[in-house]
């Protein structure tokens, strides 16, 4: 496995992991946004585009929910 694949492996897992921790707290939902820029990140280096395009557009659904939840919790 190639560094490229490890960089992929640990931002999808590291993004389930916060999506799995999002009832907890607020702050998870924004460490899913940024696991999300990651897998973005590397589905634009792998050369699937489809990939990248669609976790980017996670990461911007999950950073107007951590607003709305730090909204709520204010």
Not at 13 to 23: D, N, V
Not at 45 to 61: D, I, K, N, R, Y
Request: aromatic letters at 14%; glycine letters at 8%; a positive charge.
């Amino acid at each position: 496995m190639d560094a490229l694949n490890l960089f992929g492996l640990a931002a999808v897992a590291a993004m389930m992991a916060c999506y799995a921790l999002e009832a907890r707290s607020a702050w998870f939902t924004l460490a899913f946004a940024g696991c999300c820029v990651l897998a973005s990140a590397y589905g634009f280096l792998q050369g699937a585009w489809p990939f990248g395009l669609v976790e980017a557009a996670w990461s911007l659904v999950a950073l107007a929910r951590w607003r709305r939840a730090r909204g709520a919790a204010a």
